[in-house]
């Protein structure tokens, strides 16, 4: 048989056989590649995960005005103390709806209480005159019966820090309201605060014109709730209550018997405690009735969104994509100081092990080169023998 | 043009099938017939011999992959020039030392008496590669039916050179015990 004729039937091998003998192997990289992309691929999740992490952390800090409270600086509480000054009505407020004090109650006995409840009365009734404008509000919303609570709440993103807290201070002290609190610090991306106010209730919108002109108004929440049955319903309370507290007395003056008037005293004190718990109430309601609260989320940015003019989609998608195109070039700036910070951290993770590994392949590579060289040589020696 | 519109041209007898067939698989068939012969006008008209063989035997046959079936074809015309050319001068470099390898599988015994069908010889081999790892037999069809160089299949299937030779070694030596066991060697 010759040489020819093996090669000849080879040539008569399946066709589909041969076909597949075509087909390539996609040719491989070498090692030091896969490793490179090995390492590449977690830097890049490494990178990617934290980078979302750092994002989703700035877009909960921009819209939540909860993280301002871990920030413990605060307005000058002369700031402060002034604008309540301002508003010094409220100190009459307070003062004109103080309970009468325990020790005349005690001494006096129920004498004392009637006295006073009555004056409560003609106080109630008046409604607070004392309250100056807030009273008047108060007044105006009773006489047509409607008792309406208004809280309003902002975030508002500002290049004016300064101006904006003083406007708010300026405004606030114009309207005859004060600062019920503010919380203020320097976070990672600029100053930021947080201010409560308290407005009387036709004041509000007056306080809030134009405030926009000071920064990016992000977010309003303006909210009114009647709080009208509420409030009659603890009115009629009181005046039940009243009228129980009249008969006790009443029955009190005639009684003769120790255990009578021990019976009476108790269910006395049982209606004074109640009446005490709904006049809290009516006192409460009294002050969210005649000063509305406003609530305002300031950050400072180099940068200030263009607040959305109309609800055009045009306009929305401008905001928006001014809005992310901020945040990317912020987030690629942050990613690379914050991979330069932390380039020492990937050089000893990640750097060294990779080395590491490095080595060890090269060794067990020349071992398992060195094993196969001395098994061929063997096998060779062995077939020339 | 399309193998099955290719073939469609063939039955129908119409000329046009060898035009289209020498646009598409000339360069192809070229290459297989450069590997056994040196020279190319040698070669060219192995290409051209390809197409009239083909032209005669389609119809009746109906070939399964199209251009294997003139990978066939030319290896053989390639085949029989060599050997009428043998006498004058050698072939190409590397079908020679194909054939040089090929000895090895039927050298060191003596040759039966009585020579056996070579269509017999065709089922051994196909049975060989079937037996093969496909990865083996794939690399023993790319050497001893397309010439391929060591080194062409060694980037053809992304390997060492010197695994390809290994490879190899070791299927030559597997088809010689084959051999002998089916008594083509004695």
């Known amino acids: 048989m010759k040489k020819e004729e093996v090669f000849e039937a080879i040539g008569e091998v399946d066709d589909k056989r041969l076909e597949q003998t075509e087909y390539k192997t996609k040719k491989g990289l070498p090692w030091p590649a896969y490793m490179g992309i090995g390492i590449a691929a977690c830097f890049i999740m490494f990178v990617g995960l934290s980078g979302g992490v750092f994002l989703l952390g700035k877009m909960s800090r921009s819209s939540s005005s909860d993280s301002y409270k871990d920030y413990g600086g605060s307005l000058s509480y002369e700031d402060w103390s002034s604008a309540k000054?301002?508003?010094?009505?409220?100190?009459?407020?307070?003062?004109?709806?103080?309970?009468?004090?325990?020790?005349d109650y005690s001494n006096e006995g129920a004498s004392y209480a009637t006295e006073s409840y009555e004056d409560y009365d003609t106080e109630l009734s008046s409604n607070g005159e004392g309250l100056g404008n807030g009273g008047t509000a108060s007044n105006l919303k009773a006489s047509d019966g409607t008792k309406l609570i208004r809280t309003v709440s902002m975030t508002i993103e500002t290049q004016q820090y300064d101006e904006l807290l003083q406007q708010i201070k300026d405004r606030t002290n114009e309207a005859g309201g004060y600062i019920q609190s503010s919380n203020s610090g320097n976070g990672y991306y600029g100053r930021n605060a947080y201010v409560e106010v308290r407005v009387p209730y036709d004041k509000v919108d007056a306080f809030l014109e134009n405030i926009g002109n000071y920064g990016t108004v992000k977010s309003t929440n303006d909210n009114t709730e009647d709080v009208s049955l509420q409030y009659s319903d603890t009115e009629a309370h009181i005046a039940n209550l009243k009228t129980q507290h009249e008969r006790i007395l009443a029955l009190m003056e005639n009684a003769t018997e120790l255990e009578d008037i021990i019976t009476l005293n108790q269910e006395l004190t049982r209606i004074e405690s109640e009446l005490d718990s709904y006049q809290k109430t009516i006192r409460n309601y009294d002050n969210l009735v005649s000063y509305s609260t406003i609530s305002i989320d300031i950050t400072e940015t180099s940068y200030s969104t263009p607040a959305v003019e109309d609800d055009s989609i045009g306009s929305r998608i401008?905001?928006?994509?001014?809005?992310?195109?901020?945040?990317?070039?912020?987030?690629?700036?942050?990613?690379?100081?914050?991979?330069?910070?932390?380039?020492?951290?990937?050089?000893?993770?990640?750097?060294?092990?990779?080395?590491?590994?490095?080595?060890?392949?090269?060794?067990?590579?020349a071992n398992i080169k060195k094993s196969r060289a001395k098994k061929l040589a063997a096998k060779a020696a062995k077939e020339e023998k | 043009m399309e193998d099955r519109q290719i073939l469609a041209l063939y039955q129908e007898r119409d000329e046009r099938a060898i035009a289209e067939t020498d646009s598409k698989y000339g360069s192809y068939c070229y290459m297989v017939a450069k590997k056994i012969l040196d020279i190319h006008e040698d070669a060219e008209e192995c290409v051209n011999d390809t197409w009239m063989r083909a032209w005669e035997t389609i119809p009746p046959q109906v070939p399964e992959v199209f251009r294997i079936f003139l990978a066939k074809i030319t290896r053989n015309l390639a085949l029989d020039t060599y050997r009428a050319n043998t006498a004058k001068k050698r072939g190409n470099g590397e079908f020679t030392a194909v054939l040089d390898e090929l000895e090895e599988v039927i050298a060191g015994g003596e040759q039966p008496e009585e020579a056996l069908e070579s269509k017999e010889l065709s089922e051994t081999i196909k049975s060989f590669v079937d037996t093969l790892p496909k990865r083996d037999g794939d690399i023993f069809l790319r050497r001893y039916f397309y010439m391929d160089s060591t080194r062409e299949i060694a980037e053809r299937y992304a390997m060492k050179e010197a695994n390809v030779l290994t490879i190899l070694s070791r299927t030559r030596k597997i088809l010689k015990d084959r051999l002998i066991k089916e008594g083509y060697v004695l």
């Open chain 1, 85 to 103: 000054q301002a508003a010094g009505d409220y100190g009459d407020y307070e003062e004109m709806y103080e309970y009468p004090e325990a020790e």
């Open chain 1, 318 to 365: 401008a905001s928006g994509l001014s809005d992310t195109m901020h945040n990317l070039a912020t987030l690629f700036g942050d990613l690379l100081v914050w991979f330069v910070v932390n380039l020492p951290i990937f050089i000893i993770f990640l750097g060294i092990p990779a080395i590491i590994c490095l080595i060890i392949f090269l060794i067990v590579r």
